[in-house]
């Protein structure tokens, strides 16, 4: 055994000793010899049956952020609460896990994708899917009938992820929701309002945002001839579109689903179309389906809806697209999804989509599945997509090369010559004390130019130096990294001085 562990330390230094050799660039016959000599004591040391290698990694669709990412996170975060701030929304929050009851049954084919906890000898619970059918929950449980909230939390889905795209099966959802009884599409036009607001802050790029209604998406399916049996199904197919060709889907319907192929060519007919108020009224003409009662409500309120978008200046970001289907089941009436746009690859071309960055609609029936008289709540609301927003910041930085501050400190107390520790100190606490965010380095006596070398590398803006003659004087010298330049300020002004000349943290976005 004590043979093993001495072979274990050899083998430990050699490591080290070939990593020392990496770090100084030495030759690469030079390494080449350290590194046999490491696996020629490897092998005498063989293979440890007992011990179990341990993989240091995240798991699988999760992910670490350095601090560079959490200042990009914590600045789109700031732009979207604000927004909803702005709007008048409260926030709550609601527990990690439900029961898995409350979950089941409202997410359609995706109810697959929820994580079922293991029993713990009592309740069957399940990690939150999204955040909307808990607030659901929380409406009937509380026997609320009104509210405006946001909600910001992490959300779980055993999704097979695209890491690079901004899918993960650990992620936040920022939501937004109006509950109430109110007039027909005031709460809604304002949900797209906030949406196009967000975007636009973020100025992440170009944006579409499509809009449909599930009363005119049944009423088309039954018009077409669709089974009230296969409305949902078929709806998940329709919600392939954006990702997918026509002919896929209409082979998904067909093939795996059991629709005749007459009734999907009729579907194919309608969800190919996309426009703005003027397609509202084409439908509204329509001989078959303006004979639907529930599509004709749904064109009655999108007609109403674009008059509510025209005047809050949105309506050129809006189309109005029949294949937008949105997969989940408790969706009532109107529905939307905000789409990044690609330029067009030629002039008179239509610009491409590249992916959904936010989405919504409504959602009258929900609250009532939890309702022990069933008493309906109507909602609304809007989901922003943060993870996939943050992939294109973090690109866009990383193209850019742009520098991000990840701390907010506006001044380093420095000294100038040896054995002031301790004024450094009284001056950092007074500083603190005064809410200034000050640092200082963590040695007895550091030299002057690390410490300035230090506020660079941190992006810090000021310097206050003591010095011995300072102390005499009663001053404090400041110094602009930036510029170099260098004034006295007295100690009892250095607080009012440091707050006129530091601004805001520098935007990313």
């Not at 294949?323 to 067009?344: C, F, K, M, N, P």
């Not at 005064?434 to 590398?457: F, M, R, S, V």
Request: net charge neutral; aromatic share 6%; proline share 4%.
């Amino acid at each position: 055994m004590a043979e093993r562990a001495a072979l274990e330390e050899l083998v430990r230094l050699q490591g080290e000793r070939v990593r020392e050799l990496k770090q100084q660039k030495a030759s690469a016959e030079q390494i080449e010899e350290e590194v046999a000599k490491l696996l020629k004591l490897k092998a005498q040391l063989g293979p440890d049956e007992g011990k179990h290698k341990f993989v240091l990694k995240t798991p699988k669709g999760t992910r670490d952020y350095n601090p560079r990412q959490m200042a990009v996170r914590e600045k789109v975060f700031d732009i979207i609460i604000s927004c909803f701030k702005r709007h008048g929304a409260e926030v709550i929050d609601t527990p990690v896990f439900e029961l898995k009851e409350t979950l089941t049954g409202k997410y359609g084919e995706d109810s697959k994708l929820i994580y079922d906890l293991k029993d713990q000898g009592g309740e069957l619970l399940s990690l939150r899917y999204d955040l909307t059918v808990p607030f659901a929950r929380y409406l009937a449980m509380n026997k609320l009938t009104n509210i405006k909230r946001y909600h910001i939390a992490k959300v779980y889905r055993r999704d097979n992820p695209a890491m690079t795209r901004g899918r993960y099966r650990e992620f936040y959802q920022c939501d937004f929701d109006i509950a109430g009884q109110f007039d027909p599409m005031i709460p809604d036009a304002e949900c797209l309002k906030i949406m196009c607001e967000i975007l636009n802050s973020l100025q992440i790029g170009d944006f579409l945002v499509k809009v449909n209604d599930r009363r005119i998406l049944d009423g088309m399916f039954a018009i077409c001839g669709v089974p009230d049996s296969k409305f949902r199904t078929i709806c998940s197919s329709v919600d392939k579109l954006d990702k997918v060709p026509w002919e896929e889907v209409k082979n998904e319907m067909v093939g795996e689903k059991g629709l005749a192929p007459e009734v999907a060519d009729r579907i194919g007919d309608y969800v190919q179309q996309h426009g703005g108020v003027s397609l509202v009224e084409q439908l509204l003409q329509d001989p078959k389906l303006s004979q639907n009662k529930q599509a004709l409500e749904g064109l009655g309120d999108l007609k109403l809806l674009f008059e509510y978008l025209t005047l809050f200046g949105i309506a050129d970001k809006i189309s109005f697209d029949l294949s937008l289907a949105r997969g989940l089941d408790y969706y009532t009436g109107v529905i939307y999804e905000a789409v990044l746009l690609q330029a067009a690859a030629q002039a008179g071309e239509e610009p491409l989509g590249v992916g959904s960055v936010a989405a919504g609609g409504r959602y009258d029936g929900l609250v009532g599945m939890f309702d022990p008289k069933g008493r309906k709540v109507p909602c609304v609301g809007l989901s922003i997509g943060v993870e996939r927003i943050f992939s294109i910041v973090e690109q866009r930085l990383e193209a850019l090369e742009e520098k991000v501050r990840t701390t907010e400190t506006q001044v380093l107390v420095a000294s100038a010559q040896k054995k002031l520790l301790e004024e450094r100190l009284k001056l950092v606490s007074e500083l603190w004390d005064a809410g200034i965010k000050a640092e200082l380095l963590y040695k007895k006596n550091p030299k002057l130019l690390n410490q300035l070398q230090y506020c660079e590398e941190a992006g810090i803006p000021l310097v206050a130096i003591i010095g011995e003659q300072e102390l005499k004087d009663g001053v404090i010298k400041l110094r602009s990294v930036a510029s170099r330049e260098e004034v006295d300020v007295r100690r009892e002004d250095l607080v009012k001085e440091i707050k006129r000349r530091t601004s805001p943290p520098l935007c990313i976005c």
